[in-house]
């Protein structure tokens, strides 16, 4: 298994952006799919975003298409998600996990990190 920290959360107000990273390390992260879920209080974990080691597939949650992108660097075992035109709704604890795709649905491997921290102010 991967071992993951996220970083980059903040308190940010609505409009504004936000950049979060995850550092891997444990087992060859090059080889991975890789996404990132979030989770606000009292919901469950949601997809975010997806992005494969290869081929270059992205994939997106309806609600921040347009808004954010997924991306990495296997040379530096690190995967990144940039937020802009933040929204209040996306007030949540982000976490990123290796994953896999199967048929149209990404599902995670569970590898968690304690996750990152992202408040939108209105």
């Known amino acids: 298994q991967l071992q993951l920290v996220e970083s980059g959360g903040g308190l940010v107000q609505a409009g504004g952006s936000l950049r979060l990273s995850c550092a891997a390390s444990?087992?060859?992260?090059?080889?991975?799919?890789m996404g990132w879920y979030r989770q606000a209080p009292g919901k469950e974990r949601e997809f975010v975003a997806a992005?494969?080691?290869?081929?270059?597939?992205?994939d997106y949650a309806d609600s921040v298409k347009g808004r954010f992108t997924i991306s990495r660097d296997n040379a530096k075992n690190t995967v990144y998600l940039q937020m802009n035109s933040l929204k209040p709704e996306d007030t949540a604890a982000y976490y990123c996990?290796?994953?896999?795709?199967?048929?149209?649905?990404?599902?995670?491997?569970?590898?968690w990190g304690r996750g990152t921290q992202v408040n939108v102010s209105s």
């Open positions: 996990t290796a994953v896999t795709l199967s048929g149209s649905r990404w599902s995670p491997d569970g590898s």
């Open positions: 444990g087992r060859t992260f090059s080889s991975y799919d």
């Open positions: 992005k494969s080691w290869i081929g270059g597939i992205t």
